[in-house]
């Protein structure tokens, strides 16, 4: 106990504690049947929780791994009425890893395309208000109020413009990145209507931004959207890398992003999952769309407020 004293003592996160005689006691477990194998001690630092917690699970996972393939080699030892080979403990000899929902692992490269793509849809945004800033310099709604158009019209244009463009670069950049990267999804129809949907709510957003641009009469605020906002979305949304890893609450809330909701969509379909299996995502950019079109309707200029 000296040795395990003098660790204890020394700045570790965890000690693992194997007895004398353990070695042979575990071979002799293995090879004769024996159970008679003196328990391993596993001492933590309660100074460091954090850290100990992780070797806590390391070596509770470990074990676990040891026995489920003791048992399933016992088993096959059993019924097949054949000798331990030397390679026991190979998970190939005993079992095989399965894919409960057979679908495929996403390659690097199928990862980042997805997510640059679905980061400057983003920009449309900040196009389509530029444009609007433009008009409004132009006069243009005035002479809309003024032909006694309704502003849903102008709003309307805004967002079939957005989800036009929207949809016409994803199509274009899916289309390069299937030749140039073999980025291609199984089937079209799930493909093409996840475009739709994510599209739409590109737009809606840009009807947004159109909007804020009207109301309160900041020129800086496309500049704001196009250099942070979207970044902020990326990163959020899992464009930049697995935001998962990092955290589950920035992952659910990158959910509710439009481009993290089309991301995970895009990936999906990707790893071989069915349109069905998508309504979740559906209903978030249905409820996207129309919050920020609701939004926009808000903030808008009405008539006689246009400056």
Not at 2 to 29: C, M, N, S
Not at 175 to 187: C, G, I
Not at 264 to 281: F, I, P, Q, R, V
């Amino acid at each position: 106990m000296d040795a395990l004293d003098e660790v204890q003592r020394a700045d570790y996160d965890g000690v693992i504690y194997f007895p004398e005689g353990y070695r042979i006691a575990t071979w002799k477990q293995v090879f004769l049947g024996e159970d008679q194998v003196p328990a391993a001690q596993v001492y933590l630092n309660e100074k460091a929780p954090l850290r100990a917690s992780i070797v806590d699970q390391i070596v509770d996972q470990l074990y676990r791994y040891w026995n489920i393939q003791m048992s399933l080699n016992e088993i096959a030892s059993a019924q097949q009425r054949i000798p331990l080979e030397p390679n026991w403990f190979v998970p190939d000899s005993v079992g095989s890893w399965e894919f409960f929902d057979e679908r495929e692992p996403i390659s690097s490269f199928d990862y980042y395309t997805v997510g640059m793509c679905v980061m400057f849809a983003l920009f449309v945004v900040a196009f389509i208000a530029s444009y609007g800033q433009l008009e409004k310099q132009q006069q243009v709604f005035q002479r809309v109020m003024l032909a006694n158009v309704s502003p849903w019209v102008y709003m309307i244009s805004k967002w079939v413009s957005g989800t036009l463009i929207s949809f016409v670069q994803l199509i274009i950049v899916f289309t390069l990145s299937s030749l140039v990267y073999q980025t291609t999804f199984p089937t079209v129809l799930p493909f093409v209507v996840i475009t739709i949907m994510f599209s739409i709510t590109v737009g809606a957003l840009a009807v947004l931004m159109t909007s804020f641009n009207y109301h309160f009469q900041i020129t800086s605020l496309i500049t704001v959207f196009s250099s942070g906002i979207v970044s902020i979305l990326a990163l959020v949304g899992g464009s930049f890398f697995d935001i998962g890893e990092l955290s589950e609450s920035l992952y659910r809330l990158g959910q509710w992003t439009p481009n993290g909701a089309a991301l995970n969509s895009y990936l999906y379909l990707l790893s071989g999952g069915e349109l069905s299996g998508l309504k979740a995502t559906f209903y978030r950019l249905a409820f996207m769309s129309a919050l920020f079109i609701g939004c926009a309707w808000l903030v808008f200029p009405k008539r006689g407020e246009a400056q």
